[in-house]
Structures are given as structure tokens and as C-alpha cells.
Nanobody, 117 residues
Framework: QVHLVESGGGLVQSGGSLRLSCAASGFTFSRYTVTWYRQAPGKEREWVAGITSTRNTNYTDSVKGRFTISRDNGQNTAFLQMNNLKPEDTAVYYC???????????WGQGTQVTVSS
């Protein structure tokens, strides 16, 4: 059975840091791209960052230089290191993973990140 479980969210002051984790099971994690999305109240879900199976990374402009996505295939886990957090980063953060052909697409349940000003 496939699982993606996010953790690491919480409440932090503006300028602070959090490290989100996405633990995967039930599929060949190392062959899958992993992405992070977020959804703020009243807004659509937006793509934040992604890392491919070959460790190529991409970020949305608003988090470049502040967020870092990484993966540890030995632990079947992906990470999102978030530094210099801003109130506008407040959202539920979701982990997503998909194969090369995008036939198999998996989502986690989300973890809340709240940044106070």
C-alpha cells in the first residue's frame, strides 16, 4: 500500500526556519519525482518545488534562495528546508510524487505551516 506522510510543520515567527519531511512507502521512491505544493486559505494549491529522480531541482520564484528541496533515497524520504520564512508562506504543505510517465501519482495528507509576523 502506498503512503506519503508529511511531517515537520508548525508555528514559527517570521524569519524562522522549518524542515518538512515526506516519508514514502509502497513504491520505488528513488525512481519518482517528488514535489511540494502548498495551499493557503482561500487560494488555489500552488507548486513550490520539485526534485527529480536524478536530483534536478526547481523552485517557484517566491521561494528561490530561501527553500531547499532534497531527498534521501536510502530513507525513502524527501525534505523541504524552509529558511527566512514569511507570513505569506503560511499554508498547508503537501508532498506529491509521480513516476516518469505520470501514470502513478501520489499525495500526502498535508502539514500545516504557520508563520507569524
Amino acid at each position: 500500500q502506498v503512503h506519503l506522510v508529511e511531517s515537520g510543520g508548525g508555528l514559527v515567527q517570521s524569519g524562522g526556519s522549518l524542515r518538512l519531511s515526506c516519508a514514502a512507502s509502497g513504491f520505488t521512491f528513488s525512481r519518482y519525482t517528488v514535489t511540494w505544493y502548498r495551499q493557503a486559505p482561500g487560494k488555489e494549491r500552488e507548486w513550490v518545488a520539485g526534485i527529480t529522480s536524478t536530483r534536478n531541482t526547481n523552485y517557484t520564484d517566491s521561494v528561490k534562495g530561501r527553500f531547499t528541496i532534497s531527498r534521501d533515497n536510502g530513507q525513502n524520504t524527501a525534505f523541504l528546508q524552509m529558511n527566512n520564512l514569511k507570513p505569506e508562506d503560511t499554508a498547508v504543505y503537501y508532498c506529491n510524487s509521480y513516476d516518469f510517465a505520470r501514470v502513478y501519482i501520489y499525495w500526502g495528507q498535508g502539514t500545516q505551516v504557520t508563520v507569524s509576523s
